[in-house]
């Protein structure tokens, strides 16, 4: 995360929880440690925190990776892998579930429980 976009995050924390009590010292910590995050991350961590908390976060509850973002990107993987069989399957190459002899719905259920183990 750019330096700039990490300020501007610890001022949206800093305002949300009037009561935190942070100094010049503890402020630029933070900022070191948000430049060091995943910005996409940390914004969507800080958005939730900010929804579901009354309590300021600490470090670790801002730069973690979001689960949420993670499930999204594994969403958007399968479904177009999903097209590219789609694709497969209009092609002479028989698509995978014919191949294995099952059902097409069959197929798709074991690979959206495959993808699912992946994000555990």
């Given at each position: 995360m750019?330096?700039?976009?990490?300020?501007?995050?610890?001022?949206?924390?800093?305002?949300?929880?009037p009561n935190w009590k942070v100094d010049?010292?503890?402020a630029e910590i933070w900022i070191e440690e948000l430049e060091e995050a995943d910005?996409?991350?940390a914004w969507a961590n800080t958005k939730e925190h900010i929804r579901e908390s009354k309590?300021?976060?600490t470090i670790a509850d801002i730069v973690k990776p979001n689960a949420r973002i993670?499930?999204?990107?594994e969403i958007e993987r399968t479904r177009q892998y999903l097209k590219e069989q789609?694709?497969?399957e209009?092609?002479?190459v028989p698509p995978p579930w014919v191949e294995e002899g099952i059902d097409k719905?069959?197929?798709i259920k074991r690979e959206m429980a495959k993808a699912k183990e992946r994000l555990k």
């Open positions: 750019e330096r700039e976009d990490a300020k501007k995050l610890f001022r949206k924390l800093a305002a949300s929880y010049k010292g503890i910005a996409e991350h309590f300021a976060p993670d499930a999204d990107r789609e694709e497969r209009k092609s002479t719905k069959v197929w």
